[in-house]
T-cell receptor
Framework: GDSVTQMEGPVTLSEEAFLTINCTYT??????LFWYVQYPGEGLQLLLK?????DKGSNKGFEATYRKETTSFHLEKGSVQVSDSAVYFC???????????FGRGTSLIVHP | GAVVSQHPSRVICKSGTSVKIECRSL??????MFWYRQFPKQSLMLMAT?????????EQGVEKDKFLINHASLTLSTLTVTSAHPEDSSFYIC???????????FGPGTRLTVT
């Protein structure tokens, strides 16, 4: 079945550092790929998505590129802020399905 | 657009009582709603899927008599945790999809604590 593997956290960075959170997936067909963010005590918010190979999703300075050859969708940001501290979930959704498959989440802690 | 709300955001109840959590789509008609449970520092676990006017479809291992789901209208679904016990304490998140839209829109979650 479909699965998503994320790097284990927590990831601890200083403000303005470069961020990479790795995500790889296993799926049949051509899934859509997502990054969600969960701030403390809140639900999930869609951060960005990509629906086909080589698409780049971007939002709020975050980017991720759908790499079919490496089955990856790594999240990057050039300069993190304290306000980016949250848990980030990588997810995929197969064609014709409502239900995403989530990774375990990666906690990001940014220090001033 | 595509806002989903949940009420209450936090609830504390005594063991043996029942508690109801509401999930509303505020600006779209939610043909399908989903209920998830999230344990501390873990990912979301899908509990059930409900379509308006139909019985919910529960995931394997989820007790349908304990977690009652009602999706009576296109904008409201409720999850009732019956005879709650401390092990039911968790963060419950709902999501919804609109007509012809596979995108899921998540609510802000409800923190349930059973004492």
């Amino acid at each position: 079945g479909d699965s998503v593997t994320q790097m284990e956290g927590p990831v601890t960075l200083s403000e303005e550092a470069f961020l990479t959170i790795n995500c790889t997936y296993t799926a049949t067909g051509y899934p859509s790929l997502f990054w969600y963010v969960q701030y403390p005590g809140e639900g999930l918010q869609l951060l960005l998505k990509a629906t086909k190979a080589d698409d780049k999703g971007s939002n709020k300075g975050f980017e991720a590129t759908y790499r079919k050859e490496t089955t990856s969708f790594h999240l990057e940001k050039g300069s993190v802020q304290v306000s980016d501290s949250a848990v980030y979930f990588c997810a995929l959704r197969g064609g014709g399905s409502y239900i995403p498959t989530f990774g375990r989440g990666t906690s990001l802690i940014v220090h001033p | 657009g595509a806002v989903v709300s949940q009420h209450p955001s936090r609830v504390i109840c005594k063991s043996g009582t029942s508690v109801k959590i509401e999930c509303r789509s505020l600006d779209f008609q939610a043909t399908t709603m989903f209920w998830y449970r999230q344990f501390p520092k873990q990912s979301l676990m899908l509990m059930a899927t409900s379509n308006e006017g139909s019985k919910a479809t529960y995931e394997q291992g989820v007790e349908k008599d304990k977690f009652l789901i009602n999706h009576a209208s296109l904008t409201l679904s409720t999850l009732t945790v019956t005879s709650a016990h401390p092990e039911d304490s968790s963060f419950y998140i709902c999501s919804a999809t609109g007509t012809g839209d596979y995108e899921q829109y998540f609510g802000p979650g409800t923190r349930l604590t059973v004492t």
